[in-house]
T-cell receptor, first 114, second 114 residues
Framework: DAMVIQNPRYQVTQFGKPVTLSCSQT?????MYWYQQKSSQAPKLLFH???????NEADTPDNFQSRRPNTSFCFLDIRSPGLGDAAMYLC?????????????FGPGTRLTVL | AQSVTQLDSQVPVFEEAPVELRCNYS??????LFWYVQYPNQGLQLLLK??????LVKGINGFEAEFNKSQTSFHLRKPSVHISDTAEYFC????????????FGAGTRLFVKA
């Protein structure tokens, strides 16, 4: 089955220690998104890639970076995690950025910051 | 800017009872509308979407939603819920005037009781 895979499912890091979250897709979609979701809140878009074009949301902190080395993979780097960065991180894909295309989500990575 | 309001943060309901989860959006221009479901510790999954045409949209797991342009609403309904429907439900809107960015509501937690 075509799908969106996130690794690891659970990640524990220490305050200030860089961490990388991974996402891969077998859907061959053009767009990949990273969302941050805190408890009982809506997913908050951090950034997205349309193919190789990176699009950052205006309110995404500089502490968050992303890489998309090829169509299938996308990484979220948190350079110096703070306690407030503890959250579920969701990766999603869509065929195109036009709004009629639904997004396909991975299972998420739950990040704990000690 | 587009906004999405889910009027109920939590909806408790008994098994086999009907349920309606309410969603209102702010813009009256043509938009695309979605409902996603999120089970505990999982990513979001598309339930249904409205792009155009018939205002009554049927989705997976027996859910349906009705688009009401005059009331800018897109309420989700199910005539008889199961325990397994316990989850968080997110309404989302994609607005062409906002560059087709998808805006999520804050979510409604449906709790089905035996």
């Amino acid at each position: 089955d075509a799908m969106v895979i996130q690794n690891p499912r659970y990640q524990v890091t220490q305050f200030g220690k860089p961490v990388t979250l991974s996402c891969s897709q077998t859907l061959n979609h053009n767009v990949m998104y990273w969302y941050q979701q805190k408890s009982s809140q809506a997913p908050k878009l951090l950034f997205h890639y349309y193919d190789k074009d990176f699009n950052n949301e205006a309110d995404t902190p500089d502490n968050f970076q992303s890489r998309r080395p090829n169509t299938s993979f996308c990484f979220l780097d948190i350079r110096s995690p703070g306690l407030g960065d503890a959250a579920m991180y969701l990766c999603a894909t869509s065929r195109d950025f036009q709004g009629m295309n639904e997004q396909f989500f991975g299972p998420g990575t739950r990040l704990t910051v000690l | 800017a587009q906004s999405v309001t889910q009027l109920d943060s939590q909806v408790p309901v008994f098994e086999e009872a009907p349920v309606e989860l309410r969603c209102n959006y702010s813009s009256s221009v043509s938009v695309y509308l979605f409902w996603y479901v999120q089970y505990p510790n999982q990513g979001l999954q598309l339930l249904l979407k409205y792009l155009s045409g018939s205002t009554l949209v049927k989705g997976i797991n027996g859910f349906e939603a009705e688009f009401n342009k005059s009331q800018t609403s897109f309420h989700l309904r199910k005539p008889s819920v199961h325990i397994s429907d316990t989850a968080e439900y997110f309404c989302a809107v994609s607005d062409p005037s906002g560059g087709f960015k998808t805006i999520f509501g804050a979510g409604t937690r449906l709790f089905v009781k035996a």
